[in-house]
């Protein structure tokens, strides 16, 4: 995966439970969220919570995070040890 893309702006698309990402070079990128929120594992189930709020509130760090290897999976076990 390209590291150097340039989000320029994002947001969260319901209908398709999909981040939506202008790259800035006349092209976007689709994410899946719920082919991403799959490959993370859960101590809790609820705790999916964690990838919605994310992904409805700040689309691009979202974004920015399932394109890391294990960024989803860093991010919620992160919200777990602050709970």
């Known amino acids: 995966m390209n590291n150097n893309l340039n989000f320029r702006f994002g947001m969260y698309e319901p209908a398709t439970d999909s981040i939506i990402v202008n790259t ?14 799959s490959s993370v594992i859960f101590d ?17 760090l979202y974004a920015k995070l399932a394109l890391k290897e294990s960024g989803l999976q860093d991010y919620v076990d992160a919200m777990n040890w602050f709970s």
């Open 24 to 37: 800035g070079e006349n092209s976007i990128l689709v994410i899946p969220c719920k082919e991403c929120n």
């Open 44 to 60: 809790d189930l609820t705790d999916i919570v964690y990838l919605y709020w994310l992904a409805e509130e700040t689309p691009l």
